[in-house]
Structures are given as structure tokens and as C-alpha cells.
T-cell receptor, first 111, second 111 residues
Framework: DQQVKQNSPSLSVQEGRISILNCDYT??????FLWYKKYPAEGPTFLIS?????DKNEDGRFTVFLNKSAKHLSLHIVPSQPGDSAVYFC??????????FGAGTILRVKS | EPEVTQTPSHQVTQMGQEVILRCVPI?????FYWYRQILGQKVEFLVS????????KSEIFDDQFSVERPDGSNFTLKIRSTKLEDSAMYFC?????????FGPGTRLTVT
């Protein structure tokens, strides 16, 4: 099942700089997109979401951009902090039901 | 801030045994879910539950699996006869609308 893809397994960023995590999807029925952060031995923690009727949603240091024509979304974290180091999952849903997850991107923020 | 809780945090069982994984969702949530993550793989949907019945289930959720919410608070996942391949992290989640909030997970090890 490759409906949601995160092609970068890992990303390393210097503290204070911008982190950009990318996600692509194939199912045009997806209408809601979410980003989750996950630490080892914990459950996914909801970060930010965006509806397909929008192209941008911002919450503090986190901004999600949606490009529907390209079926692409990205999460921007600025400025990045060492505590942001975790696995980030992109997820999508169609009609508000089950989430389909990407494989995750490991973010390391170096101080 | 209310949280989803799951017990036990780790369950070790022998192949063929029954296990029950327990979750206490956030009180105002209406939709409930189980997901699992096999080591090194994606988080994958198992089942969704709304208004005391299953609303959707994946191919993984076969006759060996069942869910119930017997007392309006606990939400349980039962695996009747565990197999080695059931070893995974099992996450409970709940939502009122589109954002799903996850518990910390139960690590199930089948030997």
C-alpha cells in the first residue's frame, strides 16, 4: 500500500534552521492530511493538519503546505529545535475515517 | 490535558493464546480506532468503531480479531489465537472529528 509516501527516510538540520519534511500521495479521494510526531516507545502525537480546501495551515513554528495538483504536502518547522528530533509521519484520510500513514522521516536537529 | 491510555504497556504471550489489549479513550471522543505497527513497517489501520459498532475494518482484521466497548469507557481489542506475525505495537486512537489522538501503545510479543 503506497498511497502515502515519505521518500526521505531521514533529515538532519542545524538548530535554528528550517526543517522541511515532504510527503506525496496518490489517492485523489484524500481530503484531510495530518502530521504526527513520534518518539521511540510512544504513540504518534498529533502536530498539525490541513483540509483539502486549504493550501496552508500554520500553528506556531509548524506550517503545513498542500499542493493538490501535485498531490504533495510538506511540513515546515522553523526555527528547528533539538527537541524536535523524532520520527515524523504524514497521514491522510478520505471522508474522516481511517488514517493511511507514510513510512516516516527521522528528523535530527543538531545543536 | 486528557490523554488516551493503554494497558498493558508490554504483553508477552505464547502462540495460540488469547490476548486482550485495553484502551481508555478521551471521554468526549466519538470515534475509536486500533492501529498496529510491525517493527520496521508503517503504522497500519485495523478497525474503526462508532456508535457501538464496527464502521470499517482492514483485511488484517480477520475473524481472530474483535473489538468492544462494553462499559462506555474501555475500548478493547481481542486476538483469539495469536500468531507469531501478530507481534507488533498496537495503538488505540480516538477522535471527535478529523484529528485522531493516539495512546502510547501496547507492545505485543508472541513467542
Amino acid at each position: 500500500d503506497q498511497q502515502v509516501k515519505q521518500n526521505s527516510p531521514s533529515l538532519s538540520v542545524q538548530e535554528g534552521r528550517i526543517s522541511i519534511l515532504n510527503c506525496d500521495y496518490t489517492n485523489s479521494m484524500f481530503d484531510y492530511f495530518l502530521w504526527y510526531k513520534k518518539y521511540p516507545a510512544e504513540g504518534p502525537t498529533f502536530l498539525i493538519s490541513i483540509s483539502s480546501i486549504k493550501d496552508k495551515n500554520e500553528d506556531g513554528r509548524f506550517t503545513v503546505f498542500l499542493n493538490k495538483s501535485a498531490k504533495h504536502l510538506s511540513l515546515h518547522i522553523v526555527p528547528s529545535q533539538p527537541g524536535d528530533s523524532a520520527v515524523y509521519f504524514c497521514a491522510a484520510s478520505a471522508g474522516g475515517n481511517k488514517l493511511v500513514f507514510g513510512a516516516g522521516t527521522i528528523l535530527r536537529v543538531k545543536s | 490535558e486528557p490523554e488516551v491510555t493503554q494497558t498493558p504497556s508490554h504483553q508477552v504471550t505464547q502462540m495460540g493464546q488469547e490476548v486482550i489489549l485495553r484502551c481508555v479513550p478521551i471521554s468526549n471522543h466519538l470515534y475509536f480506532y486500533w492501529y498496529r505497527q510491525i517493527l520496521g513497517q508503517k503504522v497500519e489501520f485495523l478497525v474503526s468503531f462508532y456508535n457501538n459498532e464496527i464502521s470499517e475494518k482492514s483485511e488484517i482484521f480477520d475473524d481472530q480479531f474483535s473489538v468492544e466497548r462494553p462499559d462506555g469507557s474501555n475500548f478493547t481489542l481481542k486476538i483469539r489465537s495469536t500468531k507469531l506475525e501478530d507481534s507488533a505495537m498496537y495503538f488505540c486512537a480516538g477522535s471527535t472529528r478529523d484529528e485522531q489522538y493516539f495512546g502510547p501503545g501496547t507492545r505485543l510479543t508472541v513467542t
